[in-house]
């Protein structure tokens, strides 16, 4: 398959890595074609791999992954444009941290709305589906990093892309439980845990954890 | 030990009980002195069982548990009076939801302040503990009616206030794992958890069930 990826950063090249291991083709996409980390990344990942703009990126996907920073979210699509997002799932994975305020960060948008909220009010005819931002990335890529099983919350207006994003995670990243929260409006629910993630991580001095829930 | 409980509402009537359960002298606190629930309350738990206003009941009590709706919880403790609260543990229970602007709701604080810190700036001299705002009341008394263990948050800034409290939570309920997030800041994050708690009970059709952090 082949699979854009919105973002440089550790995220949106562990997920890119992990996919082009399993066999795809990926690109990731960033601001400036010429982007230092994406041409590295490149290098070291084999002719399965490339690097592009966002519009790129977007472009060449059949599936897209956004691994940008969230407050940034909204400009990348942006620039991905509106003919190349059309039409296609979009895995949100982002977060919509501030850092400006010094640490820890606060959210930039919660409560009343969210930021996977705000993606598909602005390209409405993207599938977008909210996963995969409630752990480290390593995690995200390879649960059984932890010994017991845990979990991986998803959530979209789609139920065809919600249905295929979770086949997806749970063939090529080996979840075993994916839980369908509804709609988009419960993006507010998954990036409102990041306070407690953030927190969870600095008390247990790893971000190699993740949320179970027990029934 | 004698228990002050501010709320007479399922979640103070559940604690109040098992305290009793566990030979505590209870009362519960409301607005009113006769506040129908809390009458009859009293009345279904014998003679350790009793009932006033929010001040009788934070002047009764050597540990208090805040109870109340999160809406409400600033009037309460008002009312309940600096000269009956100050000195003593105060745990924090409530979650601040907003339901004024139909379901699901949202919260009335949260991001870069919650009611937890609400709660200690007031009331500088009362060592507040948020926890157990994360689960259904039936949980926080009974940890083990789910068949595997999960998690219980702690927060605040008075260490001493914390073991005692994390003990209690461990010797009066079961708890086996208490998590302590660090100052009262923390409770952004365990009252930010609440969209998703929401969201979880309605696709769970159930509010048994609870975050248990794997790592």
């Given at each position: 398959m082949k699979i854009g990826i919105l973002g440089t950063g550790i995220v949106g090249q562990t997920i890119g890595s992990k996919l082009i291991h399993l066999g795809n083709d990926v690109m990731l996409g960033s601001r400036?074609?010429?982007?230092e980390k994406a041409i590295e990344w490149t290098k070291q990942n084999g002719s399965k791999a490339s690097h592009g703009t966002f519009a790129q990126a977007a472009a060449f996907g059949n599936i897209l992954f956004n691994c940008t920073s969230g407050a940034v979210s909204l400009d990348a699509l942006n620039l991905a444009g509106k003919e190349n997002l059309n039409g296609k799932i979009l895995i949100d994975v982002a977060n919509p941290l501030d850092f400006s305020k010094g640490m820890p960060p606060s959210l930039t948008?919660?409560?009343?709305?969210?930021l996977g909220e705000q993606i598909q009010k602005s390209f409405p005819e993207v599938k977008v589906v909210k996963a995969?931002?409630?752990?480290?990335c390593k995690l995200m890529v390879?649960?059984?990093?932890?010994d017991e099983d845990h979990d991986v919350f998803m959530c979209g207006n789609n139920s065809e892309a919600k249905s295929e994003v979770a086949a997806m995670l749970k063939?090529?990243?080996?979840?075993?439980t994916v839980i369908?929260?509804?709609?988009?409006?419960a993006a507010r629910g998954t990036e409102m845990i990041l306070p407690l993630w953030l927190r969870l991580m600095g008390v247990l001095q790893t971000p190699n954890f993740n949320f179970k829930i027990v029934r």
């Open positions: 400036m074609p010429n982007n948008v919660c409560n009343t709305d969210s995969l931002n409630t752990m480290n390879d649960p059984s990093a932890l063939e090529w990243f080996g979840w075993k369908d929260l509804g709609d988009i409006t």
